[in-house]
């Protein structure tokens, strides 16, 4: 869902920031304003929790499949052990397919649930990304609306061949700093504490 800006909270930092006129057109560095955002940073540490809980998650299941391999082991060299009467070594191999089959189970079961995970990951960090876009992008023309901006160019675009669109821009037309300044309004200070934020 968007976030809407508070008017008053708008109308007092367009007089505190910037000195643009009107019909100007300016410029923005929508990655930078992404990277900086306060909500862009609470969002990547989320990404990067659930991402260390899936290496745990991996990790646990590896020690399971690590326990279930030594168990096949030892029936594989106990099947084979000619000191134990046939009738113990016929069920030591019957234990030992058993253990087979579930070892392969297990680990077909580890491969799939990893794959499930980054993949919903993936999705969420999609997710996140865009919302914030989102947000950055409104809050950009509810600041161009109220100076009367011409035009808006994101300085960050780049071409299909990984070319910068915009070649030059004049820094004195240069908004980024402004829409940062609204975007991380009340969050300057409080922001290495880090609270939750729901971007699911």
Do not use: C, W
């Not at 113990?88 to 079961?109: A, P």
């Not at 915009?166 to 037309?173: D, G, I, Q, R, T």
């Amino acid at each position: 869902m968007k976030k809407h800006f508070p008017t008053l909270l708008l109308s007092t930092l367009l007089f505190a920031v910037g000195a643009h006129a009107a019909g100007d057109i300016v410029f923005v560095d929508a990655q930078e304003v992404f990277k900086r955002f306060y909500k862009t940073q609470l969002a990547q540490d989320q990404i990067r929790q659930q991402a260390d809980d899936i290496k745990l998650e991996r990790e646990a299941m590896e020690v399971e499949l690590k326990e279930l391999k030594d168990e096949v082991e030892v029936l594989r060299t106990d099947s084979r052990d000619e000191t134990l009467s046939e009738e113990i070594r016929r069920g030591k191999r019957d234990q030992l397919e058993e253990k087979l089959v579930e070892m392969q189970k297990n680990e077909q079961e580890m491969i799939e649930y990893e794959k499930l995970r980054i993949e919903q990951l993936e999705q969420q960090n999609t997710r996140m990304t865009k919302k914030l876009f989102d947000e950055i992008h409104e809050a950009i023309i509810l600041y161009s609306k109220e100076k009367n901006f011409a035009g808006v160019i994101d300085r960050s675009a780049q071409s299909r061949a990984g070319m910068q669109v915009v070649l030059f821009a004049n820094p004195k037309e240069d908004i980024t700093i402004d829409i940062l300044t609204v975007l991380n309004e009340g969050h300057e200070a409080t922001q290495a504490e880090k609270p939750s934020i729901n971007m699911e």
